[in-house]
């Protein structure tokens, strides 16, 4: 039987995965909304910023903050790389959105395969940001690391929030995700738009690698379970809005914990993917549209009573 | 038979590669697939002139629009201040300052007022000073410039979409039937300011299905029908729905 302390410990657990779930979905939905891309590749973005931090960490013996300053950009330029060379062509010739988004899923492959080339297949972490800890309350022991990811994840959202709303060029992405061909019409360039969008998802992946890699660690293929569930918070949040993204991560991280310490580790992908059949069933459209509705019907009937 | 060839007024003397007017359009076509849905049309607007273009529904309004500003893959040939932007894209276009409201007003619905209106300033400078020209245009939309494009009147909307196009500074500006869906008054009103706009000095192309109320205010009419231009003639050599239908019949 589960007592208070360890529901608390995974929710706190839960919140600090979460918040790296719902970075990765906001990345799909950066970029979905830019172009209507499914980017599959997003995931190893996450893998990418944890490897060159730590390979700029233990090859260039540079400090951890200097070494994550360095990597989140170089990982942008790779996402910059991989519109580049592999949507954009298929986008000017007019390929099928669903061509693009396959291709998307074989450069993860492919990036893969080119991590174990060059960095090799063992796994690694990279230590925590701050030393010591966890910090313990009551009976709770929380890894300052969890702030670390709370800490910047919030500064994060904060800076979205600011970049999508007070700055022309974050009104003209989401303009794009509208209607790409009146943001056209008053000039705004959407192909290059399409390249930032690739960047600040791919930035915004590594930071949730650098984040993350401290509380387990990173290899080539953990691209794949971060994407996936990234996937599944932006689906949870109605694929598209990066708010409902953020609070679909950390649902999902939230409900993994729970299963994790009542059923088991083995039950993390089940509860996951539980979890989006259900709101697929119920919410089709996400969980908090669906929420929205059902309370914009509940008080249509009562208005109407 | 193409408006080039049935020019009315003096005829500029100009060469393969250049043009005399604001804006011009030289033979473009289009298709969707295998139907060839605008035949080879020619068109000019000038400095400060209105020009509008009517035709009944299919005549092809739309694609012409559309394939002007390369919404779409189009042939031909488009010149804008006497310089062949044949090859430029949309974007490229609207920074040159040929800019359209589409059908339907194309506004990006979750947006507010100002944002919308942010996003029509996106390439120009001294977004405020515009602002409040659009402000003084429009008045109404300065009382509603937190509220979300999408929960506007349609009459409001159509102001938007204009208020937004101005913010981009146009030189010629196209409009697809700006009076759909509104309430005759409103319509009257939105094209009175364009009216207004164009005595201002504005060049406008006016895609319109009421005709009365775009003759009023154009000098020449194109008319389109099946896919080509039917007749290029000044604005008030057509008197009556009678003329329109004989040029709609032919």
């Known amino acids: 039987m589960l007592d208070a302390t360890q529901i608390l410990q995974s929710l706190v657990n839960g919140m600090g995965v979460g918040l790296i779930y719902g970075l990765v979905g906001i990345g799909f939905c950066v970029i979905y909304n830019a172009s209507g891309i499914v980017n599959f590749a997003q995931g190893v973005f996450v893998m990418l910023g944890g490897m060159f931090t730590h390979t700029l960490l233990t090859r260039l013996g540079i400090p951890i903050i200097l070494a994550a300053a360095i990597a989140i950009p170089l990982v942008a330029a790779a996402g910059v790389v991989v519109e580049f060379l592999i949507v954009r062509p298929m986008w000017n010739r007019g390929a099928t959105l669903f061509a693009i988004i396959l291709a998307t899923l074989a450069t993860q492959i492919m990036i893969e395969r080119i991590t174990i080339l060059t960095l090799g297949d063992q796994p690694r972490t990279l230590n925590e940001f701050t030393a010591g800890g966890p910090l313990r309350i009551g009976g709770l022991a929380i890894s300052y690391q969890i702030f670390w990811i709370l800490g910047c994840g919030a500064l994060l959202v904060g800076l979205l929030w600011l970049f999508f709303g007070r700055t022309r060029t974050g009104r003209a992405l989401r303009a794009c995700s509208q209607n790409r061909e009146a943001a056209a019409l008053l000039g705004v360039p959407v192909g290059r738009m399409l390249m930032i969008a690739f960047a600040l998802s791919a930035a915004l992946g590594a930071v949730a690698g650098i984040l993350v890699t401290p509380t387990q660690y990173t290899a080539f293929n953990v691209g794949t379970p971060f994407g996936v569930y990234g996937f599944i918070a932006a689906i949870i949040g109605g694929f598209g809005s990066a708010g409902g993204a953020l609070a679909g991560g950390i649902l999902l991280g939230i409900f993994q914990a729970l299963a994790i310490v009542t059923l088991g580790a083995g039950f993390k992908n089940v509860a996951a993917l539980s979890m989006l059949l259900v709101v697929l069933l119920v919410f089709p459209n996400g969980l908090f549209a669906g929420l929205k509705g059902l309370l914009a019907g509940r008080s249509r009937s009562a208005d109407a009573r | 038979m193409s408006a080039g060839s049935s020019s009315v007024g003096a005829t500029v003397p100009q060469t393969a590669t250049t043009s005399a007017h604001l804006f011009e359009a030289r033979d473009v076509s289009a298709h969707y697939g295998r139907v060839h849905a605008l035949k080879p049309t020619s068109l000019h607007v000038g400095r400060g002139e209105l020009v509008t ?23 031909g040939s488009l010149f804008f201040e006497g310089r062949d932007v044949s090859a430029l894209k949309t ?30 300033g996106f390439t120009r400078p001294h977004e405020d000073e515009k602002l409040e020209t659009v402000f003084t245009l429009f008045p109404r939309l300065k009382e509603r410039v937190d509220q979300i494009s999408s929960s506007l009147s349609g009459g409001e909307q159509q102001m938007l979409a204009i208020g937004r196009a101005l913010m981009a500074d146009p030189k010629v500006l196209m409009l697809d039937e700006p009076s759909l869906g509104l309430a005759p008054k409103v319509a009257t009103e939105i094209l009175e300011t364009l009216g207004e706009l164009n005595r201002r000095g504005l060049g406008i192309l006016l895609v319109e299905q009421k005709a009365p109320l775009a003759l009023k205010l154009a000098r020449r009419v194109y008319i389109l029908t099946l896919g080509r231009v039917a007749a290029e003639l000044p604005a008030d050599q057509i008197g009556s729905h009678h003329d329109l239908a004989r040029y709609y019949l032919n």
């Open chain 2, 53 to 75: 273009v009517l035709g009944p529904n299919g005549a092809g309004k739309t694609t012409l629009m559309r394939a002007l500003t390369r919404l779409m893959p189009r042939e």
């Open chain 2, 91 to 120: 974007h490229e276009l609207a920074r040159l300052g040929i800019i359209m409201v589409q059908e339907g007003r194309g506004l990006f619905g979750q947006m507010t007022v100002r944002e919308n209106l942010s996003v029509g």
